[in-house]
């Protein structure tokens, strides 16, 4: 099982940024979905998780701005941030879980200047 997460980049505050998370050696739409993020030297951070069933719940800093959802035909997930603040940069990471073992994709940086 590999996640490749990508989409990360510069933005201003108040723009936006997808991610995208793309899943190889396991069916994608079968598992729930997490994002976090985090700071160097910082513990990680949860962003906001999708379930099988497309259910969605977020941190309560970025509900409202931020979006997860999916496209099960391409083993992706995204997470899609609205109303981006500098608070916002960090590296993004996306995670399953496969029978007790977790599957985290490498990262993608998202830094968002003032």
């Known amino acids: 099982v590999q996640l490749q997460a990508s989409g990360g980049g510069l933005v201003q505050a108040g723009g936006s940024l997808r991610l995208s998370c793309t899943a190889s050696?396991?069916?994608?739409?079968?598992?729930?979905v997490g994002w976090y993020r985090q700071l160097p030297e910082e513990p990680r951070e949860f962003v906001g998780t999708?379930?099988?069933?497309?259910?969605?719940n977020y941190a309560d800093s970025v509900e409202g701005r931020f979006t997860i959802s999916r496209d099960n035909a391409n083993n992706t997930v995204f997470l899609q941030m609205n109303s981006l603040k500098p608070e916002d940069t960090a590296v993004y990471y996306c995670?399953?879980?496969?029978?007790?073992?977790?599957?985290w994709g490498q990262g993608t940086l998202v830094t968002v200047s003032s």
């Open positions: 995670v399953t879980r496969k029978r007790d073992r977790y599957y």
């Open positions: 999708i379930s099988s069933e497309r259910r969605t």
């Open positions: 050696g396991i069916t994608f739409g079968n598992y729930n």
